[in-house]
């Protein structure tokens, strides 16, 4: 048996890999790189369809880490269910703060201004002024603060917003202030002006974002999601970006890729990039970055950063 590390980055192309085991690139493709009973690292492809990261999950019989390329696991925690026990689940945490913070703000920025109203009316070759929102003297509220949500805050210092309320599974306090725990969010949404989303996708938190939190949510208040669109229930947010009442920035969609004919496509006040927080020019020096320090941490018998859960374990 040999000792196989998967990679979705060409091995060539990655500077600084431990030298040792057998490295395989699979992207996704259909013919898998080697047997997948001889992998010992899984290094997930990025930002493919559903299922094809879990694909060859199943006959990973020696496999000791499944690595992903994502903030988020949710895409291959179903397959972790044909694993041995004691595999560790990893995440790419420190890969794409910058990018999808940068988008965060971005989104909230060309919201608030009307940036889609300009460009609608340059393609026409129309002059539409007046006054628009600024970011200035808002409260936004960050809900899901890891270190997503951290990066988003720290690029909404300069812009002068009011206050900011950050909101996580669990209370803490952080150098900037408190974090309070999901129960207040009650309290928190009416106060907001801007509510950003950067949340994993966990039972907890799929259709957080329900009829009953967008009640809350105060008239002409922006909802930004760089999570996962899950997080939100469409047809709820539907009833209230159609009556006018609230706006919404979306990175991601439920269902995702969002269908022609979508009703959300033609909903008003409603903004949608292509699921593009993490892909950019931003991510690849990072993302090699982490798989080099994690290799040499696994071949070490380090201990690895980012781990998300263990398989067999009791909790996680």
Known sequence: MTADVWLPIPPDEIEGLPEGPDYRFWDG?????????????????????????????????????????????????PG?????????????????????????????LASLRGIPDFVRAQDKG???GGFRPALADKNVLIVGYGSIGAAIEDRLVPFEVARVARVARSA?????????????????????????LSTPLTGSTRHLVDADFLARMKDGALLVNVARGAVVDTEALLTEVESGRVTAALDVTDPEPLPAGHPLWR?????????????????????KRLLVDQLHRFLNQEELGNVILVTGAESS
């Open 172 to 196: 803490r306090t952080t150098e900037r202030g408190p974090v309070h725990p999901l129960t207040d969010l009650p309290s928190l949404l009416p106060r907001a002006d801007v509510v950003v």
């Open 29 to 77: 493709g259909e013919d898998f790189p080697a047997d997948p009973a001889d992998c010992v690292f899984y290094a997930v492809p990025y930002m493919k369809p559903g299922g094809v990261g879990v694909r060859p999950m199943p006959l990973m019989r020696s496999v000791r880490v499944v690595q992903t390329l994502s903030a988020g696991t949710d895409h291959v925690e």
């Open 267 to 287: 909903a008003p006040g409603v903004l949608i990039s292509p699921h593009v927080g993490g892909p950019t020019s931003a991510f690849l020096p990072r993302a």
């Open 126 to 128: 129309e002059w539409r």
């Open 80 to 108: 972790l269910k044909h694993l041995p026990a004691g595999v560790r689940l990893c995440n790419a945490r420190g890969v794409h703060e910058a990018s999808t913070a940068e988008l965060a703000l971005a989104l909230i």
